[in-house]
T-cell receptor, first 114, second 114 residues
Framework: KAGVTQTPRYLIKTRGQQVTLSCSPISGHRSVSWYQQTPGQGLQFLFEYFSETQRNKGNFPGRFSGRQFSNSRSEMNVSTLELGDSALYLC?????????????FGPGTRLTVT | GENVEQHPSTLSVQEGDSAVIKCTYSDSASNYFPWYKQELGKRPQLIIDIRSNVGEKKDQRIAVTLNKTAKHFSLHITETQPEDSAVYFCAASPMNTGFQKLVFGTGTRLLVSP
């Protein structure tokens, strides 16, 4: 099976702009979670989508939002970008049932805000 | 909410030695504990995981142990090789049909010298 894919891989934006990142999960996986990775804060959970519904949310401001489509692909949007939003944004997909907990990560989108 | 502490932050060993990385968690509801390996510039890769109904799990040179009473779990790598050099992250999550959220430790940089 093809792995988790993310587009774009690199992005440079200016403060105040907005950005949309995309994640395509492993075929058959129904859950997509998003994480922010920075040298200072490490890996932090943003939110999880399952069956087109946000199931859980981390401690991030409302500028961070997402959605999931019927084919399980997910997008993450960040509005009014701040310098501190510069990070590697990772998505992870999971089949998510009683017997399958494993999350598999995509390569990430490296966002730089100037 | 869940908090995961990971030690040590850096670990240097000689090739062939064993390496042990330790994590503690705070939320007794957590019942799934994966370990990820992240090489420089690459995505986190799931290397082993354990559920709360199991005390130990082994896969070739790597093993994970879990002490639910003390709320800590450890990664053991035997016969280390230079290609084991990477950053290792532990994580904890309650896993049920309601939601899925991995809380990560701060990472351990493992350096294996030939």
């Amino acid at each position: 099976k093809a792995g988790v894919t993310q587009t774009p891989r690199y992005l440079i934006k200016t403060r105040g702009q907005q950005v949309t990142l995309s994640c395509s999960p492993i075929s058959g996986h129904r859950s997509v979670s998003w994480y922010q990775q920075t040298p200072g804060q490490g890996l932090q959970f943003l939110f999880e989508y399952f069956s087109e519904t946000q199931r859980n949310k981390g401690n991030f401001p409302g500028r961070f939002s997402g959605r999931q489509f019927s084919n399980s692909r997910s997008e993450m949007n960040v509005s009014t970008l701040e310098l501190g939003d510069s990070a590697l944004y990772l998505c992870a997909s999971s089949y998510r049932d009683r017997d399958s907990y494993e999350q598999y990560f995509g390569p990430g989108t490296r966002l730089t805000v100037t | 909410g869940e908090n995961v502490e990971q030690h040590p932050s850096t670990l240097s060993v000689q090739e062939g030695d064993s390496a042990v990385i330790k994590c503690t968690y705070s939320d007794s509801a957590s019942n799934y504990f994966p370990w990820y390996k992240q090489e420089l510039g690459k995505r986190p890769q799931l290397i082993i995981d354990i559920r709360s109904n199991v005390g130990e799990k082994k896969d070739q040179r790597i093993a994970v142990t879990l002490n639910k009473t003390a709320k800590h779990f450890s990664l053991h790598i035997t016969e280390t090789q230079p290609e084991d050099s990477a950053v290792y992250f532990c994580a904890a999550s309650p896993m049920n049909t309601g939601f899925q959220k991995l809380v990560f430790g701060t990472g351990t940089r493992l350096l294996v010298s030939p």
